[in-house]
């Protein structure tokens, strides 16, 4: 009988009982960052409870609940969302006495008014991005904390806005405060290393593409995946230093850069695959972006763009090179335009020198998805409100506010599901813990000390769970909900009924939530896909009219679309392959469109090429692949006895125009399926 090997049977042998422990600590032991991340949390929320207390506010719980909701890693992540918390508050507690002082005699005017007021602040939150719309959002269910907390009371509705507006100045001021005196890590230098990893990856990609072709659409998708989460960051860095507004634009450029330099090292590909026998001057032009794509130099990036500018205007010159060998020459020199942003902006993110441009960051959002995303907080306010009104629940306005808060909550997340999952989880541990903390921990005991010390395991605990992507949302309602519940107050109380119902009343509103999201308005995936390809072709059939709008703009923005769009996608491989294949065809076809448009416009004013542009628009227009490689031949014999900055100019029209030709050939049925144009 043959002896097993060796190997196999070492295989097998278990692992030592030490480093199987050690195994497990290492993954379920918090590390130091995140012990240091909770400490500033605790010590901040302590101090603001302590100082609320100082000065008497009604509701002290508030400034330590503002804490919480701050509670960020990162200092500029912080206070970008507190910059949004307070100018939401704000808003909100305008509108709070606006509604009281129109409707405070009359409750189902109040509601009603509360309820549109909740569903146009979640609308609009929809169409912004990261802390912008938070602070929309905010401004939403402000109204309710103020007016629907003081719907028994409105004479007290000014003292409430006001108690709630001290409450969260106090809790942004302490937060900055211990963000600074504690040295919180800055978000300017956990971005950087993501950037130049991109950086990185972008330039790998490209490699691949110029040794071995188009790498497809989920090669390409996946490196967007790379590149667009750290927008979020990018956006943040402003309020970290004095020149964070520098820093944060450099980031913003580079990451706009890194979305041209994938899609031009692509078209590049697509076009170089065909031509039957490259010139010198294409030879060349691939020679530099492998150049550049292996040790790009700054100084000689300089270099290669005025050698691809050369290029260029040589092949216009001549006026008889193939179209595809203009199309490889653009590309090329848009990647290394491109790649000159992209290190620029990276240098300004290290060092904060003010970066060559501030590109915009536009956030795709599909109209469908942000209306039903609004009528369902709204629905759902209503149905509840209705429903805890016939049923005569004391304290229903208390648990109305919960269910305005983290329906609002939920419709800002990816997943509302999801979220919805946590705050039941959430919300049930921390009226479990608060009530474990109040009654058998405190029992009648008045010292802020103590106090301190029995909420510190549960705000850790919270704080431990929030950095954890699948867990985040069980933390975030836990730190934020758990001070709510617990009640602090000088003296403390403890009237265990009226907790009990508190306690029961925010675990109803979160069963509410997760049934809501699951019945009223749901989108699925497949929903999804319709409505971002109903967008995608509004945003095309505009492009090929000409109300495009900027190049670069339009390039980040698809990408966008692209990103969530691939999030989307369900099916069999075969089907998201061919769903993210057409997709990226109605982002080039739609780009090449708006950039050929932008740049006819900028032609218009030489009287040579007045009668090849009209036919260039025309056939854009109609969506004529045959017109636009005319339209694109004609601009460029045009072109070719103009001087320098024309002929660059007509290169950068005609390759969008070959473009479009190449992408209405190859996609033809399926551009004839979407009723564009006559295709």
């Known amino acids: 009988m043959a002896e097993a090997p060796a190997g196999s049977v070492a295989d097998r042998r278990p692992e030592p009982l030490g480093d199987r422990v050690l195994a497990f600590l290492d993954a379920w032991v918090p590390k130091p960052a995140a012990w240091a991340f909770a400490l500033r949390i605790w010590i901040a929320m302590m101090l603001a409870l302590a100082a609320a207390f100082w000065l008497q506010l009604d509701s002290a719980s508030s400034a330590a609940t503002c804490v919480a909701i701050l509670a960020q890693p990162k200092r500029g992540q912080a206070i970008s969302k507190a910059v949004y918390r307070l100018l939401g508050t704000l808003v909100g507690a305008a509108v709070a006495l606006v509604f009281m002082a129109l409707f405070g005699q009359d409750r189902v005017l109040l509601l009603l008014s509360f309820t549109v007021w909740l569903g146009l602040c979640v609308f609009v939150a929809q169409f912004l991005q990261d802390t912008r719309a938070y602070g929309a959002m905010l401004s939403g269910y402000t109204v309710a904390i103020i007016a629907l907390g003081q719907i028994d009371d409105p004479q007290g509705t000014f003292d409430a806005a006001v108690s709630r507006v001290a409450a969260i100045v106090l809790g942004i001021v302490v937060i900055t405060f211990i963000n600074d005196a504690l040295a919180s890590p800055s978000t300017w230098r956990a971005l950087l290393p993501q950037l130049r990893a991109a950086w990185d990856q972008t330039r790998g990609y490209a490699r691949e593409t110029l040794a071995s072709g188009d790498l497809g659409a989920p090669r390409t998708a996946a490196l967007i995946r790379t590149i667009a989460p750290m927008r979020a960051d990018a956006s943040a860095i402003a309020g970290e230093l004095d020149d964070g507004r520098y820093r944060a634009a450099g980031a913003r450029s580079c990451i706009a850069a890194l979305y041209v330099m994938a899609a031009s090292i692509r078209g590049l590909g697509a076009a170089a695959a065909s031509l039957r026998d490259p010139s010198p001057a294409v030879a060349e032009a691939m020679a530099i972006c492998r150049r550049v794509a292996d040790a790009p130099d700054p100084d000689a990036l300089d270099r290669d763009d005025e050698r691809l500018r050369d290029l260029v205007d040589a092949a216009i010159r001549d006026a008889t090179r193939p179209l595809d060998e203009v199309v490889v020459l653009q590309r090329a020199l ?279 542009i009209p036919r260039a628009r025309d056939a854009l227009a109609a969506g004529d692949d045959r017109g636009l490689e005319m339209a694109a031949r004609d601009l460029i014999r045009a072109a070719s006895s103009q001087d320098r900055a024309v002929r660059l100019t007509t290169a950068r029209a005609a390759s969008d125009l070959v473009t479009a030709s190449r992408t209405i050939a190859r996609h033809r049925r399926f551009l004839q399926r979407l009723d564009i144009a006559l295709f």
């Open 334 to 612: 848009d990647f290394v335009c491109a790649a000159t942003f992209a290190q620029d902006g990276i240098r300004a993110v290290a060092d904060g020198h003010r970066p060559l441009r501030d590109a915009e960051l536009p956030t795709h959002r599909d109209f469908p998805v942000a209306l039903r995303g609004a009528l369902r907080v709204a629905l759902s306010f209503a149905v509840t409100a209705a429903t805890f009104a016939a049923l005569g629940l004391p304290q229903a306005s208390f648990a109305l506010v919960q269910v305005a808060a983290t329906a609002a909550l939920s419709s800002m997340t990816p997943d509302p599901k999801k979220f919805a999952n946590g705050v039941v989880v959430g919300m049930t541990l921390a009226a479990a813990l608060a009530g474990i903390a109040r009654f058998a921990l405190l029992n009648g005991v008045q010292g802020f000390p103590m106090l301190a010390l029995v909420m510190a395991p549960v705000i850790f605990l919270g704080c431990f769970l929030s950095l954890n992507p699948k867990t985040f949302g069980v933390g975030f309602i836990l730190i934020v909900f758990f001070p709510v519940l617990l009640g602090p107050s000088n003296p403390q109380t403890y009237d265990a009924l009226s907790f009990l119902l508190n306690a029961f009343l925010v675990v109803v509103a979160a069963v509410i939530l997760s049934i809501i999201v699951r019945l009223i308005l749901p989108i699925s995936p497949a929903q999804q896909r319709v409505f971002a390809l109903g967008s995608a072709r509004r945003a095309l059939a505009d492009a090929l009219v000409g109300q495009g709008g900027d190049a670069t703009t339009r390039t980040s923005l698809n990408a966008d679309r692209l990103f969530q769009f691939a999030a989307y996608s369900s099916g069999s491989a075969a089907v998201r392959q061919a769903n993210l294949h057409h997709a990226f065809a109605l982002a080039r076809l739609e780009a090449a469109a708006a950039r050929a448009h932008a740049e006819l416009r900028r032609l218009w004013s030489v009287k040579a090429l007045r009668g090849a």
